[in-house]
Structure formats: C-alpha cells, structure tokens
C-alpha cells in the first residue's frame, strides 16, 4: 500500500476553505480510475408505460457489463489502494443505479396488476365465453407481469454480485493496509556498502530524467512555463492580497506590543498559519495544473512534482504553525508561558522532524520512479525514521516552563510519558525490520499533529471569539464597529456566528486530513459523504440531510417570500387603498399564516417526508388536543374568530378582564394589549371571546365623558346647574349636537350631587378634557362662594352605669391572685345626651 499524498489532501481541504480550487482532486488524483460507463448516471424518472420494459433491460445489460469490467479492474489492481478505492466508487454507484432500476417497474406493475383485478380470472366452461381481445389482453399482461419480475430477479442478483465485490475491494484494502505496517525488512541489507553504489546510480538516472526534461521545456515550452507560473503566482496573490484585506495584520505579530491579549496571540497564530499556507497550496496546485494543462510534464517528472509540491506544502505548513506557537522571536507573543531557549529549541525539532519526514517521502517517490533497489529504500526509510524518532524524544525531554523559584520545569507527566513512548516505538520498530510501521508512527507524529495543533488553536479562538465583548478585542471586529457602529448585542451575535463558522471550517478542513493520513482515500471521504448527506439510515427510517437542507432552504424562501408580500400588500395595496387598519392587519396576519403553511408543505415534500404519514401524526395530535391541548386549540379557533368578526381591531381601545389599553396585536394564540402605563399585557383569546369586551372605538371614535360634582346642601342646585353648563359648553372639544347636560343625579350623605355629561368625538382625548374641565369647576365655585363639601361623622360614645357594667360581667374565681393595682388610661369621652 502506498503512502498517502500529503500535500494533495492538504491542497484540496485548504481549497474548500478558500473556495478557490474545486478542482484540487483531480489534478492530484492518483493513477487507477476507474472508466466512466454510460450505464452509472441514475436517469430521471423512468417510464410508467410498457417501454419501460425495454428500457430497463437494456440498462442491466449495460450494468452488467459494467459490473464486469469493474471486477477485471478489481482483479488487476490488487495491490493499488487508490485504485481499489476508484472502484469502489464506482460499484457504489452502480449499486444505487440497480436500486433505481428496481423500483422503476413499481409503477408499470402496479398498473398491471389493477388492470388484471378488472378484467378477472378467465371464466369457466359453465360460463359465457369472454371476447377474444379481453383473453389477449390478460395473457399479454400476465407475460409482461412475469418478464418484469425476472428483469427484477436479475436486478437483484446483479445488485448482490456488486456489492459482494464491494465487501471484496473492503478486505483487501484491509489487509493492504495491515501488511504495510506489518511487513517486515532485512535492515542487514541496507546497512552493506553496496547501498552507496544504489545511491549513486540513481542519484546520476535523476539527474538526467529532470536534465532531459529541462532541456525539452527550455527549447519548446518555455514560454507556457512561464505563462502557467504567473497565472499560480496570480491565483495566490489575489488570496493573499484579499486575505490580508479582509483580516488586517492578524498574519503579523506586532513587536511594539508589550501585552497583546489571549485573542490576539491566537487569532495571529491560526491566520498566519492557515491563510498563507493556503497561498502556497493554491500557488503550487496551480502551477501543476496549468503544467499538466499545456503539456509540460512528463510521467515521471509529474510524479516527483507532485512528492515536491507535497514536501514544500508540509514543511512550510509546520514552519508557520511552529512559529506562530513558538515565537521564538517575539515572547510577548507565546502562546505558552515558556522560556525563550526552549520555545527556540521546540521550533527547530519541529522544524527538523518536518524536513526529514518530508525528504523521506520525496526519496521514496524516487525510489518508485526510478526502479530503485529495495535496500536502498530500505536504508532511506530507516535513516529518517531514526532521525525522526531522536527528534521526537528530544521534544519530549525539553524542559519549557519556568516555576515561581525559577527552576525549570518539564511537561506534563502524561504528555511526556506518550511523546517519549511514541519517539522510543519509532526507533524501535525501525532497527527491528519494520520500516512501514516506523514510517507510520513518524509521519503521524508530525503530520497529524500538526493539523491537530491547528485544529486546536482555531477552537480556542473561536472559544474566545465566542465570548461577550470577545469579538470587539480583534482588529477585524474593532474595523467593523468603526464602519458600521454595530450595538452590543449585535457585536456578540457576529461573534458567535463567527465562532460557529471557525469551528465548522475546523471540522470540515482537520477531521478527513486526519482520516486520510490514517490510511483512508479520498474515494472513502466522497463516498462517505454522499452515503451521510442522501441517506442516514435508522432502522426502517431513511433520513437525506440533502434533502432535508433543500426543505429548509425552500421553508426559507417561503417564509422570506411571505414576509416580503406583507409589506407589499399592506404597504403598497392596502395602504393607498385607504382599508381600515383592523381590515389591514387581519389581511396580513391571514396572508402570513397561509403563506407559512404553504411553505412548510413545500418543505416538508422537497425533505422527503411523506405527507400521507401525517395521518398518524394528526391521530397523535388529535388524542393530545383531547387531553392536554384544549386551551391552546381553543385559543387559536379563538384567534380565527376574532380575525374574521373582528370585534375589536388594531389600535381600538378596549377594556377587558379589568384591563384597559390599545390593541397592538391580534394572533391567533393571544391579543397584546398596551395598556396607558405602557405595559404590554398578552391576553389569550379564548378570554376575549368567552368573557364580555368593551371597545371605547369600536365603530367610531364618538363617546360621553361624565363627571361628577358634589355640593354643599346651602347651595342653589339651580345656580350650580347654570354653572357647570356655561363651563361645559366653553369648551371646544364639547360636541353640539348631541348637546351637553348638566342632570341633578341625587341627594347624596354629605352633599347634593350632580353629573355633567358631555359627547366627544375623538374619546381618546377625554382624560385631557375632564382634567381641564374639574379644574374650571373648581376656580369657577370658589369665585362663586359655592363649597364643595367632604364626608363628615361625629361618633357618640355613651357611658353606662357601673351597676350595670358590674352585672354584666362574669364573677372572678375564689382562687384567682389578686390583680396589681394598675393605672387605668384616662378617656376623654363626651357624654351623650339622655
């Protein structure tokens, strides 16, 4: 099994993030596709009729020689890992594509089997013999009915063979995988001088393959070289250019800050390493694509381009993430707390373990290319792998942090114990034969755990990032509140989605990076994601995530959609229209309802829920209405009822349940009424339909005020009549017609009491109106010497003799104490008359 390429899974995962090397996959796809077959496109809705007989048959056929070819593929390629993977994909497919043909005679037979339930079974001899086209007619169908259920026998057995080859392609690949790391070497041989005279001979075959070929491009393809370069060298520039535009200097430390924030540290140490690693990538896949597109390359030298490119990418993919970690130039910088020699120190082992992981792969490319011997491969690997191992145990030994007395300190106890142990495997397994599984264990080491150093970092900046008032402490956030001068609120929610953005990005970019230096292929990882995002099977339950997004997306569009003819239809229709606003509000709140539900159905169908089994959704609804539900049905039958009577509308005045206020809203679960201290009250509707409303304005905003007047008995009633009438009608806001009154109500305990009424036509207004009017009463009868007089009582208290008190009272016990003398409160009481 060979080792996975590096840098082309790099190169494609950091091109989703940039979104600007879609084709990434291809260009550094390995050699051993599989051919495209005519036969593997699902097609689109099959026929209902009876063509759809000829046409399925003919579709086995094809999948059935493409199902050959595939195995003669399979069988060839053995040994080829990417290959396997290739065709994998393809029977994938072609397994769908049988399944497709399968249920494309559903339809065909269930019309056959409805028209055999009409016609009948053929009559007996007692019975009148049938027409002749009615018996025809049934054979034929019966012929067909038996044709189609052996084309679906074939399907089956055609579907069993793929994905009996499917599991095949699975266990080699196994057992690749497992011999790789299993396999043992005679390292004896690679330690004999005969390995100089390997190296030496395929040093001086290198040197004349990229001789020969630098001769070819300088006589011939100079200038497409060149023109292929500088479309790369563009491709990266507008990735960096526009990268730096959009997030400022969070490539670059900056050395005049003392205390840069945690934020900062790690926003500086995830860009600086991502972004201009994403340059390289797009740089070094653009010029092998554009080499590739004008003829440039050559078999072999496209090979060792692509083991270069990989190198190139990896190491200086290490080299950014080593530096943005480590500082080693700018402490204040640090993302962890250690001393300067020791930062230096961790920088250059990572950065040696890169190179030398690197150079191994680049030398076992060549040994490929150029038919090495094995002992000189072997001899290679064995080198790196040591290196590798030495370096990885001086990391582990490094002692970085500093205690409060100064002394240094090492790491953690477990960490060190797993890196010691990992660097001690590595040697080990080298010096005892097994060069694979030290290549292994080395190229996870510093791949993986470079991408899981990443992986991390960029989680602990979107952890920070996701904090409140964590947006604004970065340069980008600090540019966009200067721009757009956003709120608190929205600042935190721009931190949270990007936080939310970082993390998938993470997630989408680290977890098939890691996947794939574990041995998988990108096949695995298409075909993985094509199995999770058309079909997530639970039980006998089938979920589409595709599908389930395409519902979303139309619900969306719907929702948005809706909302937009509101405003249209109240904004641009209604409103020059002159409609009464109630009218207005129940229109909308109608439109809006059906236009959601209509989109929720569009949803629904594109997710691929049948809508039929909403039957026993509604059954389970239906037993919970009955149970539990009742007020909340009640209230939305109720919310129908008063959009469609409209008893009270939008922006009525109405007294309800001891609550006075506006109505500001009608749903249909509950009514918000403002009431005059602007307190938002939510009334359910059920209350407003079951229990009786006042609306102040209910047809028009026309009503009484009354108020009430108390004088004193001396007064003239005659002349205070006079009185409050010449107040009444001096106001303008007083209507004419009806006229106002003044009607002398009663004789009250204290006073005699009158009540003006008057008719205003905007009600509203009425708490201004008394209050101007109470204050003319009250100026007008002190100027007139009329009192208006308060509640008064004298309460009388009559002693009673104390014969009869003392008769009154119960006798004392014999054997009761004595009571202390006390001193009794003195009572002023005024003695009631006789």
């Given at each position: 099994m060979k080792l996975p390429s590096l840098f082309s899974r790099l190169i494609a995962m950091l091109a989703l993030l940039v979104a600007m090397m879609s084709f990434a996959p291809a260009v550094f796809a390995q050699n051993g596709a599989a051919p495209a077959q005519s036969g593997q496109t699902v097609s689109a809705s099959p026929a209902v009729g009876p063509g759809v007989v000829a046409e399925q048959r003919d579709k086995l056929d094809r999948y059935g020689a493409t199902a050959d070819q595939y195995q003669t593929q399979m069988r060839a390629n053995a040994h080829n890992d990417s290959a396997l993977v290739d065709v994998r994909g393809g029977l994938e497919e072609l397994s769908r594509d049988l399944i497709a043909s399968g249920v494309a005679f559903r339809p065909r037979l269930n019309t056959i089997n409805t028209r055999l339930d009409e016609i009948g079974p053929p009559r007996g001899e007692d019975e009148p013999p049938e027409p002749p086209a009615l018996t025809a007619e049934r054979q034929t169908l019966i012929d067909e009915k038996a044709e189609i259920n052996a084309l679906i026998g074939r399907a089956e057995s055609l579907s069993l063979r793929v994905n009996g080859m499917i599991e095949e392609i699975n266990q080699t690949r196994r057992d690749l995988f497992t011999n790789t790391l299993s396999r043992r070497y005679d390292i004896s041989s690679a330690l004999n001088g005969e390995v100089l005279g390997d190296l030496a001979a395929e040093t001086r075959r290198l040197s004349?393959?990229?001789?020969?070929?630098?001769?070819?491009?300088?006589?011939?393809?100079?200038?497409?070289?060149?023109?292929?370069?500088?479309?790369?060298?563009?491709?990266?520039?507008?990735?960096?250019?526009?990268?730096?535009?959009?997030?400022?200097?969070?490539?670059?430390?900056?050395?005049?800050?003392?205390?840069?924030?945690?934020?900062?540290?790690?926003?500086v140490a995830f860009w600086s390493t991502l972004l201009p690693s994403a340059a390289l990538g797009v740089f070094l896949a653009g010029t092998y694509f554009f080499y590739n597109y004008y003829g440039v390359l050559r078999y072999d030298i496209a090979q060792l381009m692509v083991t270069l490119f990989n190198v190139i990418a990896i190491v200086f993919f290490v080299y950014r993430l080593a530096r943005a970690v480590f500082a080693p130039r700018l402490p204040n910088w640090r993302?962890?707390?250690?001393?300067?020699?020791?930062?230096?120190?961790?920088?250059?082992?990572?950065?040696?373990?890169?190179?030398?992981?690197?150079?191994?792969?680049?030398?076992?490319?060549?040994?490929?290319?150029?038919?090495?011997?094995?002992?000189?491969?072997?001899?290679?690997?064995?080198?790196?792998?040591?290196?590798?191992?030495?370096?990885?145990?001086?990391?582990?030994?490094?002692?970085?942090?500093?205690?409060?007395?100064?002394?240094?300190?090492?790491?953690?106890?477990?960490?060190?114990?797993?890196?010691?142990?990992?660097?001690?495997?590595?040697?080990?397994?080298?010096?005892?034969?097994?060069?694979?599984?030290?290549?292994?264990?080395?190229?996870?080491?510093?791949?993986?755990?470079?991408?899981?150093?990443?992986?991390?970092?960029?989680?602990?900046?979107?952890?920070?990032?996701?904090?409140?008032?964590?947006?604004?402490?970065?340069?980008?956030?600090?540019?966009?509140?200067?721009k757009y001068h956003f709120d608190e609120t929205t600042e935190d929610q721009i931190g949270l989605l990007l936080s939310v953005v970082i993390n998938v990005l993470v997630l989408a970019v680290g977890i098939p990076l890691i996947l794939l230096q574990w041995g998988f292929q990108w096949g695995d990882i298409r075909l993985w994601t094509y199995n999770i995002a058309n079909e997530i099977r639970i039980g006998s339950i089938s979920i589409s995530l595709i599908g389930i997004l395409t519902g979303f997306l139309l619900f969306l569009l719907g929702y948005l959609g809706t909302r937009g003819f509101?405003?249209?239809?109240?904004?641009?229709?209604?409103?020059?229209?002159?409609?009464?606003?109630?009218?207005?509000?129940?229109?909308?709140?109608?439109?809006?309802?059906?236009?959601?539900?209509?989109?929720?159905?569009?949803?629904?169908?594109?997710?691929?829920?049948?809508?039929?089994?909403?039957?026993?959704?509604?059954?389970?609804?239906?037993?919970?209405?009955?149970?539990?539900?009742?007020?909340?049905?009640?209230?939305?039958?109720s919310g129908l009822i008063l959009l469609a009577e409209r008893p009270f509308k939008v922006g009525d005045w109405i007294v309800a349940g001891g609550i006075s206020g506006t109505v500001k809203k009608i749903s249909v679960r509950a009514t918000e009424i403002e009431t005059f201290q602007r307190q938002s009250v939510i009334l359910p509707n059920s209350e407003l339909i079951n229990a009786a409303v006042g609306n102040w304005t209910h047809r028009n905003r026309l009503g009484r005020v009354d108020i009430a007047v108390g004088v004193a008995y001396q007064s003239d009633p005659r002349q205070v009549q006079q009185i409050l009438l010449e107040i009444i009608r001096a106001q303008p806001q007083a209507m004419k017609n009806p006229e106002p009154m003044v009607v002398f109500i009663g004789f009250g305990a204290s006073s005699l009491d009158f009540e003006v009424r008057a008719f205003l036509s905007d009600v509203t207004t009425q708490v201004g109106f008394m209050?101007?009017?109470?204050?003319?009463?009250?100026?007008?009868?002190?100027?007139?010497?009329?009192?208006?007089?308060?509640?008064?009582?004298?309460?009388?208290?009559?002693?009673?003799?104390?014969?009869?008190?003392?008769?009154?009272?119960?006798?004392?016990?014999?054997?009761?104490?004595?009571?202390?003398?006390?001193?009794?409160?003195?009572?002023?009481?005024?003695?009631?008359?006789?």
């Open positions: 004349a393959a990229v001789s020969s070929w630098m001769r070819f491009v300088l006589n011939f393809k100079l200038q497409a070289v060149l023109l292929a370069t500088f479309y790369a060298l563009v491709a990266a520039g507008i990735l960096m250019i526009g990268g730096r535009r959009l997030f400022g200097n969070l490539f670059d430390a900056d050395p005049a800050i003392e205390n840069p924030s945690y934020l900062s540290r790690l926003s993302l962890l707390p250690m001393q300067t020699g020791a930062a230096r120190a961790l920088f250059w082992v990572s950065l040696l373990a890169a190179i030398v992981t690197g150079a191994d792969f680049f030398a076992s490319k060549i040994n490929e290319v150029m038919q090495s011997p094995l002992s000189l491969t072997v001899a290679k690997s064995l080198l790196a792998t040591v290196i590798v191992g030495l370096l990885v145990i001086v990391f582990g030994l490094v002692r970085p942090y500093v205690n409060e007395d100064g002394t240094s300190r090492g790491w953690n106890s477990y960490f060190k114990a797993l890196i010691l142990l990992l660097g001690a495997g590595t040697i080990l397994a080298a010096f005892l034969g097994y060069i694979g599984l030290a290549r292994f264990i080395s190229q996870q080491v510093v791949i993986t755990g470079a991408i899981l150093s990443t992986m991390y970092i960029g989680y602990l900046s979107a952890g920070a990032i996701s904090e409140i008032g964590g947006f604004m402490n970065t340069s980008f956030g600090r540019r966009l509140d200067r509101q405003r249209w239809l109240d904004g641009k229709v209604m409103a020059r229209g002159k409609v009464d606003a109630g009218v207005r509000n129940s229109i909308k709140t109608a439109v809006g309802y059906a236009g959601i539900a209509l989109a929720a159905l569009v949803g629904i169908s594109a997710a691929g829920i049948d809508l039929s089994n909403l039957a026993l959704v509604a059954g389970a609804l239906s037993l919970g209405i009955g149970f539990g539900l009742q007020n909340i049905v009640n209230n939305f039958v209050n101007e009017v109470r204050f003319q009463i009250f100026e007008r009868f002190r100027e007139e010497g009329i009192e208006i007089p308060f509640p008064q009582q004298d309460v009388y208290i009559k002693e009673m003799p104390k014969v009869a008190v003392e008769q009154a009272l119960p006798p004392a016990p014999a054997e009761a104490a004595k009571p202390a003398k006390r001193s009794t409160p003195q009572v002023r009481r005024k003695a009631a008359p006789e």
